[in-house]
T-cell receptor, first 108, second 113 residues
Framework: KNEVEQSPQNLTAQEGEFITINCSYS?????LHWLQQHPGGGIVSLFM???GKKKHGRLIATINIQEKHSSLHITASHPRDSAVYIC??????????FGQGTRLTINP | GAGVSQSPSNKVTEKGKDVELRCDPI?????LYWYRQSLGQGLEFLIY????????KSGLPSDRFSAERTGGSVSTLTIQRTQQEDSAVYLC???????????FGQGTRLTVV
């Protein structure tokens, strides 16, 4: 079992739909990242969370430390949101442990 | 630029050859990470440098892989006697000491033919 599990692995939705991607982790963490990777592109850090909730534009990330669970939400999804979304857990101040990623496709 | 810079962006090499991948971290960032992403796979940790401490090499997949960081800045990842299974995107990230926010480079796409 991976230390960081994401679900779903693949998600296809219509433009405008509300999107939720989930991340569960089994290790103790100091922070959790949500990353976005576009096809052929690099990785962009969306959020870094250690507690509560953060919002940036149409993106919202939440984390529940007790339940070891985080969610990434996208409101009013758009085709340009199509990408792989990766959850990564920081163990201490050292390496990141990555989830397998969720491939999101938003159809117009 | 102000971001993490990796070179080359693409590298095609013949099986058995050695390759060197370079990472220029953000100035002042003492922590540097190497990861790789094989086709269809998730990100995999390779090695971590923090200041002058001994690097965490626990993710290196074989002794054909090595990395060094000169002067606490630029890092090179060397793969000797490349194999086809080494084909992947190799990503570098850096962060400030004590910070958990990592900044990623654009990656080097390595193809071993």
């Amino acid at each position: 079992k991976n230390e960081v599990e994401q679900s779903p692995q693949n998600l296809t939705a219509q433009e405008g739909e509300f999107i939720t991607i989930n991340c569960s982790y089994s290790v103790g963490i100091s922070a959790l990242h949500w990353l976005q990777q576009h096809p052929g592109g690099g990785i962009v850090s969306l959020f870094m969370l250690s507690s509560g909730k953060k919002k940036h534009g149409r993106l919202i990330a939440t984390i529940n430390i007790q339940e070891k669970h985080s969610s990434l939400h996208i409101t009013a999804s758009h085709p340009r949101d199509s990408a792989v979304y990766i959850c990564a857990a920081h163990q201490g101040a050292q390496k990141l442990v990555f989830g397998q990623g969720t491939r999101l496709t938003i159809n117009p | 630029g102000a971001g993490v810079s990796q070179s080359p962006s693409n590298k095609v090499t013949e099986k058995g050859k050695d390759v060197e991948l370079r990472c220029d971290p953000i100035s002042g960032h003492t922590a540097l990470y190497w990861y790789r992403q094989s086709l269809g796979q998730g990100l995999e940790f390779l090695i971590y440098f923090q200041g002058n401490s001994a690097p965490d090499k626990s993710g290196l997949p074989s002794d054909r892989f090595s990395a060094e960081r000169t002067g606490g800045s630029v890092s090179t990842l060397t793969i000797q006697r490349t194999q086809q299974e080494d084909s992947a995107v190799y990503l570098c990230a850096s962060s400030l000491m004590g910070s958990t926010e990592a900044f990623f480079g654009q990656g080097t796409r390595l193809t071993v033919v």
